[in-house]
Each structure stands twice: as structure tokens, then as C-alpha cells.
């Protein structure tokens, strides 16, 4: 088509006014047009002959795993994903297709990107009032802070990864000392010995939470919407959990209202949800008791989705503080509970991102019954700077 | 039950408890600490199996295991992976040949018997 001309085909595919990719069969990146440059910030040099499973660069894996699956699966994919590029975020919609070669075989995946409409007015006007009122290093503030976040997120996993080596040290001897694998220990030995088992597996949920809240911040540019049945959600958290149920003698159960089929949300993140609520009613709810799960929808527009216990109850006073970092009610009866409470607080940053509401009912010594809403339809995933 | 496990890992208290572990059930054990070593000891001790550091100082575990599985004299030899990273490293191994892998931080209660299971 192009052989008569002086434009070479590279020409014709960066003038075009949507990002383009094509990666072949096994996920080697062998076009990325100018316009995908701009709007995902990530530069071709930076892929262009690797696969794009292996990039380094975290914004892109989302899409790197839509990719992925449209290979597998044969089926072309549609979705939205944040970037965020010189200190400001966009929506960029996205969507592949695969290409068939003439024996019929996948050889590969075209990828279009084109940044969402209504995000593409929205950033225009802030552009504009910024040029009138707001001092011209204002993005570059913006890009030194991200920078900054970045290098907090990198410290603080690199940190939680030398914590652990040793800590996996201290309780791993502690509990072969405790079998007493290798010969005796007295009575005041054990008691000693399991005290050091027991304070390092503390420290080891800590840094575990410390590290979640950490990952929130990241998965902030990272939700990838999907719709599935939340019943699958439901079920998978029934498979983990139902041993350590067992394990306390404590009915689990888990209803989905026929009235919902499929939601919108990011299934993993929506999973990270209830399973940090039921892990928490199990651990707080004495051997005997029950937990129940339920959702059901709202109103027309938000679903709600409630874990019962049958624990101790948690007062008036407390049931804001609990979502703050940190705080586990005080008093001597939770002292002989694991974690620290920061398991609430990725979960309410997690019910947030996607648009809902969460809040804790019930009476103090009669159980508790936390409650969380999220949109039926997800409109628009909060970018960065919203 | 006289199998010889050569262990490559660099972190100390891993080691120790790996080797201590195992050598309660019988097993004859060889430690070290980085991969020209442990390229070495394979090469001298043939061992019936190695459990592999993914991480070492002088080379990634997954190249050493493909410089052993590619010599004609250590082909043979069972090799493990012993890993910190769940998914990644998983397919991996196995596509590299590795008969499978143990998790970082070790199971003291299940590890010496899935060591076993890898020998049979």
C-alpha cells in the first residue's frame, strides 16, 4: 500500500490519532506508535522487542495482563486503565484484538489506546485554569511528590522483605524448639520459647499489613474493572476460609440475593475486601459462634454487602476509630488476638477506590455486624488525583 | 535412608534449619553458599538432590540450574527450587526442569517429609 510513497509505514503508524500496539504470539512488543508513548508515559525503547510480561514498569502491567489473557483465551478484550504521565492521571481506554495469519494461527494482538473522552474535556479545563491562575511549577510539584511516593512505596516493600528473613529465622527455631524436634525443654522453657514464637508471628502480620497499606497506594492506578457473578467471589472465600472456620467450630455461611447476578467492581481488590472482613469476624468471634455473609442490593445503584459475627462487640465510641491505622480496640481482652488493625484500613481504602461506603453496626457483647456498599456499576475508576 | 542433599543458600539461618531438619531423618547433607561452590560439590559429591536458592550471590538459581541440567554428568539430579516468590518462580522452575519447589520460610512440620516425596 505504502510501497509507492515517499511515508514510510512507522510514519503512517505514529501519525495516527490512537495508540497503537502490536505484540506477537508470545507477548513481544513489536509496535508502539507515538500516541501510546504519550498517553501511557511509558517510552518504546522501553519494549519494543521484550515481552511486555516482563517490562519492569508497574503502570503497564494491568494491561499486560489483559493481554495475556486475550492470548490465551483467543478473545479480543476492552478496558480501562489509569496512567498517570508528568504528574497528572488519565483514563485510557483500551482494546485488542487478535490477529488470525493465514493457516488460521494466532500470531499475534493488535492494541488500540485512546484516552477517554469525557477525561479529555475534564483535563482540558484544568489545564486552562491553570494557565490563568496557578504558578506555572505547580506540575512539577506534582511529579516531584509522585517520585517521592514511588520512592516511599519501593523503601518500605524493600524494608518489609529484610524484616522478614530474619523473622522467619526467629519463628521457624522457636517452633521446631516447641515440637521439640531435636529433645526436652522444660515447662519454663516452653513458656519462654512460645512467647518468642508468638511475638514474632505478631510482627510478622504487622510488617504483612504494613505492606498491604503500602500496595493501596499503588493499586490506586492499578484497578482493573471487570464483571463477574458475586457468587464466585463467594465461594472462593468460603474455600479459604472454611478450614480455620472449622478449625474454631464456627458456622460459616455465605448468600448471595438471587436479585444480583453480575457486578462490576475489580474482582481481586473486591476479594481482598470481604476476605479481610470474614478473617477478621472469624478471629474475633469465640469458638461456637457463627458468621454470616450477605449481599443483597441497596437501591437501584449501590449493593450492600454485610459480615455478621457473633464476637464480642464493638462500643459506639470505637467504631470509627477501628478504620484508622493502627488501632485494635484497647483492653486487655484483645490482647491474645494477632495483627494490629491495619487489616480495616486497607479494607475501607479498598471499599473506597471504588466508590462505596463502609461502616460498622451492631451492640457491644453482641456481636458486630460490618457493612459495605459498592456501586452496581462502576462509571469511572477513581484516577490518581482524585 | 542415605540419599545426599547438597543445600545452596546463602542466608545463613536458612540453611542451618534446612540442613538440621533434614539431617534428623538420615540424610547425608552438603551446604553451599553460592553458585561456583555449589557447581563444585555437585560435580564432586553427586548428590540425589539439590534444594536451590533462587537468589544467590554470584548467580540467579534458575541459571545454575540450567548449567547443571545441561552437563551430562549432573543432568540426572533432582533439583528444587527453594523460593520466597509464589507464582513467578513456579512455572518457571518447572519449565527449566526442576522437579518442584519449597517455599521460603520453611514448614518446619511438613518439610522434611516433602523433601522425601521429591526422592521417591
Known amino acids: ?386 | 535412608m542415605n540419599e545426599k542433599i547438597l543445600i545452596v543458600e546463602d542466608t545463613l539461618f536458612n540453611r542451618e534449619m534446612a540442613k538440621d531438619l533434614l539431617a534428623l531423618e538420615g540424610y547425608k547433607i552438603i551446604e553451599a553458599e553460592a553458585g561456583k561452590e555449589a557447581i563444585e560439590k555437585t560435580i564432586d559429591e553427586k548428590p540425589d538432590l539439590i534444594l536451590l536458592d533462587m537468589v544467590l550471590p554470584d548467580i540467579e538459581g534458575m541459571a545454575l540450574a540450567k548449567i547443571l541440567k545441561d552437563n551430562s554428568q549432573t543432568r540426572n539430579i533432582k533439583i528444587v527450587a527453594f523460593t520466597a516468590q509464589v507464582e513467578t518462580d513456579k512455572k518457571k522452575a518447572l519449565d527449566a526442569g526442576l522437579s518442584g519447589h519449597i517455599m521460603k520460610p520453611i514448614d518446619t512440620k511438613t518439610f522434611a517429609r516433602k523433601i522425601g516425596e521429591f526422592l521417591k
Request: proline content about 3%; some cysteine; hydrophobic content about 35%.
Open chain 1, 1 to 386: 500500500m505504502v510501497e509507492n510513497t515517499e511515508i514510510s509505514a512507522d510514519e503512517i503508524i505514529d501519525s495516527f490519532p490512537w495508540g497503537i500496539s502490536v505484540v506477537d504470539r508470545g507477548g513481544k512488543v513489536v509496535v508502539w506508535n507515538r500516541l501510546a508513548e504519550e498517553l501511557t508515559g511509558v517510552n518504546r525503547n522501553q519494549l519494543l522487542q521484550k515481552t511486555i510480561f516482563e517490562n519492569p514498569e508497574p503502570r503497564i502491567y494491568p494491561l499486560a495482563e489483559k493481554i495475556r489473557d486475550s492470548l490465551d483465551s483467543n478473545s479480543f478484550f476492552q478496558s480501562i486503565n489509569c496512567f498517570s504521565v508528568k504528574g497528572s492521571s488519565r483514563e485510557v481506554f483500551s482494546t485488542g484484538k487478535i490477529i488470525i495469519d493465514k493457516q488460521g494461527e494466532i500470531s499475534g494482538l493488535v492494541i488500540l489506546l485512546k484516552e477517554e473522552r469525557e477525561q479529555e474535556v475534564r483535563a482540558k479545563d484544568r489545564r486552562e485554569q491553570k494557565d490563568i491562575k496557578v504558578p506555572v511549577h505547580l506540575g512539577e510539584m506534582t511529579a516531584m511528590l509522585e517520585e517521592l511516593s514511588r520512592v516511599k512505596s519501593q523503601f518500605l516493600s524493600t524494608i518489609s522483605h529484610e524484616l522478614r528473613t530474619p523473622l522467619n529465622s526467629i519463628i521457624g527455631f522457636s517452633e521446631i524448639l516447641i515440637d521439640r524436634t531435636f529433645g526436652q525443654i522444660n515447662e519454663k522453657q516452653e513458656r519462654y520459647i512460645k512467647n518468642i514464637y508468638q511475638s514474632g508471628k505478631h510482627l510478622l502480620s504487622m510488617i504483612n499489613d504494613i505492606l498491604d497499606l503500602n500496595r493501596v497506594g499503588e493499586w490506586k492506578s492499578m484497578l482493573s474493572p471487570g464483571e463477574f457473578p458475586l457468587s464466585k467471589v463467594f465461594n472462593s472465600i468460603q474455600g479459604i476460609l472454611k478450614i480455620p472456620a472449622l478449625k474454631k467450630n464456627i458456622s460459616l455461611t455465605l448468600a448471595v440475593d438471587e436479585k444480583i447476578s453480575l457486578v462490576q467492581a475489580d474482582e481481586v481488590k473486591l476479594k481482598k475486601i470481604i476476605y479481610n472482613l470474614v478473617d477478621n469476624a472469624i478471629k474475633f468471634t469465640p469458638p461456637g459462634g457463627k458468621v454470616e455473609v450477605e449481599g443483597r442490593p441497596l437501591d437501584e445503584n449501590f449493593i450492600r454487602i454485610s459480615v455478621v459475627d457473633s464476637g464480642m462487640g464493638i462500643s459506639i465510641d470505637n467504631r470509627k476509630r477501628i478504620f484508622e491505622k493502627f488501632e485494635q480496640i484497647d483492653g486487655d481482652l484483645t490482647r491474645k488476638y494477632e495483627g494490629v488493625g491495619l487489616g480495616l484500613t486497607v479494607t475501607k481504602r479498598l471499599v473506597e477506590l471504588h466508590g462505596g461506603k463502609i461502616w460498622v453496626e451492631g451492640k457491644k457483647g453482641k456481636g458486630s455486624e460490618f457493612i459495605f456498599t459498592i456501586p452496581k456499576k462502576i462509571k469511572r475508576f477513581a484516577c490518581g488525583h482524585e
